[in-house]
T-cell receptor, first 115, second 116 residues
Framework: GNSVTQMEGPVTLSEEAFLTINCTYT??????LFWYVQYPGEGLQLLLK?????DKGSNKGFEATYRKETTSFHLEKGSVQVSDSAVYFC??????????????FGKGTKLSVIP | GAVVSQHPSRVICKSGTSVKIECRSL??????MFWYRQFPKQSLMLMAT?????????EQGVEKDKFLINHASLTLSTLTVTSAHPEDSSFYIC????????????FGPGTRLTVL
């Protein structure tokens, strides 16, 4: 089956530090890859996505590149801000075989950015 | 972007009662809607997938008689937790996907259910 593995948190960084959150996946076929962000008490917001190999998703200074050869989709940001404090989920979307696509999520990584 | 709303955002109920949670796609037609459950500090667990006008497909281990899902229109799906118990307390999140964009789901803000 499909699975997503992302680095365990929590991650604590100082403001303006460089961020990397590792994510690797196992899937049959050619999944699309996503990073979602969840702020406290809220639902999920799509942060960025990539639909095929070598695509780079980017948004709000965050980037991730779809690496098929290493089955990875690591999230990076060059300079984090306090407002980036949240839980980040890596996910893949693949056809479930039952007429729809299903998202498979990693366990989430909590990021805390301190001033 | 596509917007999904959920109502209520928070609900507290007594053990043994039933609770209905609504999920609406506000600016697109959601041919498929998904219901997830999230325990504190954990990831989202898919409970069921529903296509408009047909019965929901439940994931293994999810009781379909306890978690009733209705997807009566292209903009509304409901989740009813029947005879709720304290162990059903959780954060329930829905998402919708349109027939033209199978690759992306749009998430609601979630509903916090607390069963006393």
């Amino acid at each position: 089956g499909n699975s997503v593995t992302q680095m365990e948190g929590p991650v604590t960084l100082s403001e303006e530090a460089f961020l990397t959150i590792n994510c690797t996946y196992t899937a049959t076929g050619y999944p699309s890859l996503f990073w979602y962000v969840q702020y406290p008490g809220e639902g999920l917001q799509l942060l960025l996505k990539a639909t095929k190999a070598d695509d780079k998703g980017s948004n709000k200074g965050f980037e991730a590149t779809y690496r098929k050869e290493t089955t990875s989709f690591h999230l990076e940001k060059g300079s984090v801000q306090v407002s980036d404090s949240a839980v980040y989920f890596c996910a893949l979307n693949a056809y479930s075989g039952a007429g729809s696509y299903q998202l498979t999520f990693g366990k989430g990584t909590k990021l805390s950015v301190i001033p | 972007g596509a917007v999904v709303s959920q109502h209520p955002s928070r609900v507290i109920c007594k053990s043994g009662t039933s609770v209905k949670i609504e999920c609406r796609s506000l600016d697109f037609q959601a041919t498929t809607m998904f219901w997830y459950r999230q325990f504190p500090k954990q990831s989202l667990m898919l409970m069921a997938t529903s296509n408009e006008g047909s019965k929901a497909t439940y994931e293994q281990g999810v009781e379909k008689d306890k978690f009733l899902i209705n997807h009566a229109s292209l903009t509304l799906s409901t989740l009813t937790v029947t005879s709720a118990h304290p162990e059903d307390s959780s954060f329930y999140i829905c998402s919708g996907a349109s027939g033209t964009r199978y690759n992306e789901q749009f998430f609601g803000p979630g509903t916090r259910l607390t069963v006393l």
